[in-house]
């Protein structure tokens, strides 16, 4: 359930971002010539939906950044870049999967929406460059898992960890072993179990600790017109956790049942032990009056 409740999460704030990349080549295209409106708009952007955006730009029909959040991009070319060459050729948005982005100036890795500006004839104008970095996405995984460790009856920590399509790892809790290590190219069960694209559970090895766990897994599926990109959401908890509330209930059952039952078969013994002990004698007043008895015919 916990998987299930991040991937939808997820699905719904691309799809949002998906929206805002729209949005903005309608706000924007009329205005393509003028680089000081564009620049204050982008700023605006960013700063009324901080912190969502790592950057947010606007290209011309060459490729040239003509204005961005960061003032180091603008001038920069990037005609030859896949999401730009994408969106000129289909006239549609593009959506990038994870990944260390071209004007990604800090090198981190983050997910791109480059939307084609149109003119009122659908001629090619530029386009509208939007980046989410990975640090905003797994905040609000991580705000989500906590939520579900703050229950009540919860014991234990919950790991968790986000998976692309391909199985690589681009979210993790445990920070230590954060890489990108492929969880579908390892064999790791719960990750080969997201493919068939229905929530579940499975029990497995932990990798790093060796140790039994209990991994919930679930697929994005996208939502409205966004498609989705297939990520994996692992939500992993041990599982002597999960089974400690079990064996404590189970302790106080047989604690209780002691105390009950225990003197009643102390009881128990006791009455058997009178009844034998009255059995005994009576077999033994039985056997004098059988050998007085004798007595007396002789």
Known sequence: LAATEVAEKLDRILFERQGDALMMTRALSMRTSDPKYLSEYLQWMKKEYSPVYLSLSVMDVQGTVVAATEPSLVGRNYSRAASFVAA?????????????????????????????????????????????????????????????????????????????????VFIDSDVPHKGGINLKELGLPSALATVAGVPGFVEEEDAQRHVQVVTGYAQTRGYGEFTGLGWSVLVRRDRQDI????????????????????????????ATGRLRAEHRQAQQESAWAKAAEAALLQ
Do not use: C
């Open 88 to 168: 000129r050729a289909t006239r549609r948005l593009d959506v990038t999967d994870i990944a260390v982005q071209e004007t990604a100036e800090s090198g981190v890795d983050a997910i791109a929406f480059t939307a084609p500006m149109l003119d009122t004839h659908g001629a090619f104008l530029g386009v509208v460059n939007l980046q989410v970095g990975v640090a905003f996405l797994e905040d609000v995984v991580t705000r989500t898992i906590r939520a579900l460790e703050a229950r009540p009856g919860m014991n234990g920590r919950v790991e968790y960890q986000m998976l692309t399509k391909q199985g690589r």
């Open 243 to 270: 089974l400690a509330p079990i064996h404590g209930f189970l302790w106080k059952v047989g604690i209780a049942g002691g105390v009950l039952w225990i003197p009643m078969l102390g009881l128990l013994f006791w």
